[in-house]
């Protein structure tokens, strides 16, 4: 399963999804810049996630909060304590540094050398703020998108005029010091979140738990991930984060096993008890309804952006050996399809004329090209024979090669290809854009 994972990586790379970061330099601890496709597909990804919770759901609003907040955030949440710290374990011989949980066995992994005692690792990540770099000034990068959203908890329910149960949505980058990233993108200290938190009554705690859990998993389902890819998994006890009551994984099956892509946590009032204690501030709620005064319990929906990117890149990869039978210039070499959703696809469509030496061909093309591109992520492409482009769309997920052949000059018409079947209707240039427009639901 390597093996796939291996070709995985490469085909990210040759086709613009996934580049290591710092690369000519010989690259950056675990770290990744997204390339053209992969900037699209992460956005799109985003968008969906944003659409599902803030517009379908009911009394969801957003938040974009500082990733910088005041380090008495991270000592009241327990992240500075204990609560928010891995054990780490050293090779005697070869010094390489593990996370003891992940060791299957008392040695080094890597020359089997003895192993030191674990020592108690904290995963924030630190820095100074201001000119002076000293214990006053220092802060961290945030660990979790959440505690922005904690943070402001009263400035949305007072200027929204939420009631409870209400959510917050928030998609950004939260940054943790992994004792051991690995397994490309899906543990780096640098990541996106989308964290949902519902605030709700304690007596419903349990009901939207569940409520949540059938969402999210609806979600992956709902934009093609495959059924037995997916599972639940309820975490154990002595797992358990140090600030929730009760958690469920989203698992996906990936190459590497079977891994964590979203966990849905039942907080309790953990966070808005303590940051009302240690703020000072009054985190209760109060329902002037019944007049009860209480802290809201937390429901928490919190998604990675690059797990669930590798997740739907996983699914979606199709090697066919033997390659496909479309063109008599096939090399019967493996091929490659990214048989993602059409709403993740990076490249909707792509306009190819059939050949690049006739001007006419090319004029026309490029007039089609123009016609679209403000409505679909467009792209145009004309070198190299059309058999061989038709695989390089079908590598990078595109979901519709439209092809200007001689036909199109003399009856103003294309040849539309769908990447997952590969046939091809012949359309009037005149209802290209309708066509487009109900093949993507827009
Ligand atoms: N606010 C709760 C929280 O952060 P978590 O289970 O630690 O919970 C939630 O993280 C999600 O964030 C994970 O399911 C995963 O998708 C993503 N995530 C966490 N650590 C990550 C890392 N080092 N690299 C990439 N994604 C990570």
């Given amino acids: 399963m390597q093996d796939l994972m291996t070709k995985i990586i490469s085909l990210t790379k040759q086709r613009g999804f996934i580049f290591p970061s710092s690369e000519i330099y010989g690259g950056f601890a675990s770290c990744y810049d997204f390339g053209p496709l992969g900037v699209e597909l992460k956005n799109n990804i985003k968008k969906a996630w944003w659409k599902e919770m803030t517009m379908k759901q009911e009394n969801v609003v957003g938040l974009d909060a500082a990733i910088l907040m005041s380090p008495k955030v991270w000592q009241a949440s327990g992240h500075l304590t204990a609560g928010f710290a891995d054990e780490l374990v050293e090779c005697k011989k070869c010094h390489h540094r593990f996370r003891k949980d992940f060791l299957e066995k008392d040695s080094c992994p890597d020359c089997k050398g003895e192993l030191t005692e674990p020592k108690k690792f904290n995963l924030m990540m630190k820095t100074f703020v201001g000119p002076i770099e000293d214990e006053n000034s220092m802060a961290y990068l945030r660990a979790e998108t959440c505690q922005g959203i904690y943070m402001n908890f009263k400035n949305v329910l007072n200027s929204s005029r939420q009631k409870?149960?209400?959510?917050?949505a928030q998609i950004g980058?939260?940054?943790?010091?992994?004792?051991?990233?690995?397994?490309?993108?899906?543990?780096t200290r640098e990541f996106e979140q989308m964290e949902m938190q519902w605030f709700c009554h304690p007596k419903e705690a349990d009901k939207f738990f569940d409520y949540w859990r059938e969402e999210r998993m609806k979600w992956y389902l709902d934009l093609g991930v495959k059924k037995e890819?997916?599972?639940?998994?309820e975490v154990e006890k002595e797992e358990l984060a140090h600030y929730a009551r009760r958690a469920n994984d989203i698992e996906y099956k990936f190459p590497f096993g079977w891994k964590e892509i979203e966990g849905i946590h039942n907080r309790g009032d953990w966070d808005l008890s303590n940051h009302s204690k240690n703020s000072g501030e009054d985190l209760k709620y109060f329902d002037e309804e019944s007049g009860e005064k209480y802290f809201p319990h937390i429901i928490e929906t919190s998604a990675g952006a690059d797990r669930s990117f590798l997740a739907f890149l996983s699914d979606a990869f199709c090697e066919i050996k033997g390659g496909r039978t479309e063109t008599t210039e096939s090399t019967k070499e493996a091929e490659y399809v990214l048989k993602i959703n059409k709403s993740l696809a990076p490249i909707k469509v792509a306009v190819l004329p059939l050949v690049k030496n006739k001007p006419d061909l090319v004029k026309k093309a490029k007039e089609i090209y123009q016609m679209i591109k403000s409505e679909f992520f467009c792209q145009y492409e004309e070198a190299g024979s059309i058999g061989r482009r038709y695989r390089r769309q079908d590598e990078a997920g595109t979901m519709f090669c439209i092809t200007v052949d001689f036909e199109t000059l003399e009856k103003g018409d294309v040849t539309i290809r769908d990447r997952d079947t590969m046939k091809q209707e012949r359309i009037k240039v005149s209802e290209l854009k309708e066509t487009l427009k109900q093949k993507f639901n827009v």
Avoid: S
């Fill in 173 to 187: 980058k939260a940054f943790r010091n992994e004792i051991t990233p690995g397994n490309f993108i899906f543990r």
């Fill in 164 to 168: 409870v149960p209400f959510g917050i």
């Fill in 229 to 233: 890819n997916l599972r639940f998994r």
